[in-house]
């Protein structure tokens, strides 16, 4: 009897990267700006949601800009996931630049510069412009091609209609290779750009819904131009002044942008291009659409970062400005001063402060919930009730983190849900902030530069800044 061989198949599995706040789909608020308790990914903080949305809708209004937010609390409080699902609430339109306080601190470009940059990505342009576009169904393309290979290039005829009327363009070379790409049939509804001879597929004209088994579930059917054939049309573009600013820095122009090769622009440059949109402006060719800038842990900014913040949030053209920190009376960095959040007061002034207050352990119950679901993980209930003590006791952090650390104990004991066990083991295998600090100060002496010695280097540095 012959031997079957059995070839082994392998399921390739797509990776997906969850991130910290990868749940997250907008701000959870109703028609009246009222906090839903769990909603769009946001557990909680209900105040400082509705307060958010307030600054969204000033924001989607367009008619305030120069404002700044700070998000103050402790740490693990969501302040930075209240910024992401103002991000998401805001939709495409409306620019949404996002940096860290210690991004600044590079050696490619000066800490204005990179302010300058990150300010001028949260300021979009809406650039509003005519063209003549041909807009029909196609009834039929005739391409004659030449018999020999030294004769004329091939030329042929497209044939378009609208409901009422129909029309026969003669076709040049290039055109037949745009029509060719963009793989255009008889039955497609088309519009040709008339200036740059740009051809777009609309979609499949209704009359040739019979042949929907032959063209597949993806094909988009549309009706049939109605009207004349030539139309004016008023397109839409939003660009960012940054995207502006590179294109016309950089002999590359906008391969720039995808190289990341900005480094620094000249003043000139951009003073041209502010003079130009204030022209565009006042033709109405043109609009601004303030966005928002957020910046994460802005107490890692130094004294000179806030007083261009203080300059640069007067400007006419300044977007929202929310920042977030989490520490509370600082010293301010580049001075020996201290200040409450690390902010000097006359910026402090400026900024309208939501607090964020820690999370009940109920809250912590929801938030863990949404978690296993978005992380693919099945945990009984009396896991998630550990799950929850430990991060009432510990912080909602290292309980998240938690969760795969688990996921992955379970798969290794071959089990289908995390249980207690699992938790129990992870819990024992990563310690907390507490338990570390705990351990620290029991073998203290055993580590290198221990209090003692830390104590002593602290009254040397203060003697010397003394002097």
Known sequence: MAEVKVSETKDLTRIERIGAHSHIRGLGLDDTFEARDVSQGMVGQRSARRAAGIIL????????????????????????????????????????????????????????????????????VR????????????????????????????????????????????????????LGKAKVQSGDVIAIDKASGKITKLGRSFARSRDYDAMGPQTKFVQCPDGELQKRK?????????EIDVINSRTQGFLALFAGDTGEIRSEVREQIDSKVAEWREEGKAEIVPGVLFIDEVHMLDIECFSYLNRA??????????????????????TNYKSPHGIPIDLLDRLLIIATTPYTEEEIRKILDIRCEEEDVDMTDDAKDLLTKIGAETSLRYAMCLISAASLAC?????????????????????????????????????????????????????????
């Open 57 to 124: 809708q000033m924001i989607k209004e367009g008619q305030i800009a120069g404002r700044g937010v700070l998000l103050a609390g402790q740490p693990g409080t969501g302040k930075t996931a209240i910024a992401m699902g103002m991000a998401k609430a805001l939709g495409e339109e409306t620019p949404f630049a996002m940096m860290a306080g210690s991004e600044i601190f590079s050696l490619e470009m000066s800490k204005t510069e990179a302010l300058s940059q990150a300010f001028r990505k949260a300021i979009g």
């Open 127 to 178: 650039i509003k412009e005519e063209t003549e576009i041909i807009e029909g169904e196609v009834v039929e393309i005739q391409i004659e091609r030449p018999a020999t290979a030294g004769a004329a290039s091939k030329t042929g005829k497209l044939t378009l209609k609208t409901t009422e009327m129909e029309t026969v363009y003669d076709l040049g070379t290039k055109m037949i290779e745009a």
């Open 234 to 242: 008023e397109v839409v573009h939003v660009v960012t002044l940054h």
């Open 313 to 334: 949030l007067e400007n006419e053209m300044a977007p929202i400005l929310v920042v977030a920190t989490n520490r509370g009376i600082t010293r301010i960095r580049g």
């Open 411 to 467: 798969q290794r004991r071959k089990g289908k849900e995390v249980e207690i066990e699992d938790i129990s083991r992870v819990y024992t295998l990563f310690v907390d902030v507490k338990r570390s600090t705990q351990f620290l100060m029991e073998y203290q002496e055993q580590f290198m530069f221990s209090d003692v010695m830390g104590q002593v280097d602290e009254e040397v540095v203060m003697e010397e800044t003394e002097q």
